[in-house]
Nanobody, 125 residues
Framework: QVQLVESGGGLVQAGGSLRLSCAAS????????MGWFRQAPGKEREFVGA????????YYADSVKGRFTISRDNAKKTMYLQMNSLKPEDTAVYYC??????????????????WGQGTQVTVSS
């Protein structure tokens, strides 16, 4: 089992930046590919980005490409989401997730085995 805890959310003005963290405990963090998803009120949970176990490959949704960056530190068992040039439409609860297919960039939420509880990001205009 893997336990995931997100942190770093908050309120920021449009154009600002935030960095989210996802801390893992339990089984070996480096055995998992990781992903970020978000869910706005009344909407489906959507893919934001993902990273393979080594950090050597990442993939982003078109809506965040060029603005968001995912990284991971396997020694610290932590994944990060650096969010720059934030827009009001980025407002959502952000979730991190772990997938046992460690070498694959997993874009579908059904491909993930473990989820965090989420952290709220609110971008004001």
């Amino acid at each position: 089992q893997v336990q995931l805890v997100e942190s770093g959310g908050g309120l920021v003005q449009a154009g600002g930046s935030l960095r989210l963290s996802c801390a893992a405990s339990g089984r070996t963090f480096s055995s998992y590919a990781m992903g970020w998803f978000r869910q706005a009120p009344g909407k489906e949970r959507e893919f934001v980005g993902a990273i393979v176990w080594s950090g050597g490959n990442t993939y982003y949704a078109d809506s965040v490409k060029g603005r968001f960056t995912i990284s991971r530190d396997n020694a610290k068992k932590t994944m990060y989401l650096q969010m720059n040039s934030l827009k009001p439409e980025d407002t959502a609860v952000y979730y991190c997730a772990a997938a046992s297919k460690a070498w694959v960039v997993v874009r579908e939420k059904y491909g993930y085995d473990y989820w965090g509880q989420g952290t709220q990001v609110t971008v004001s205009s």
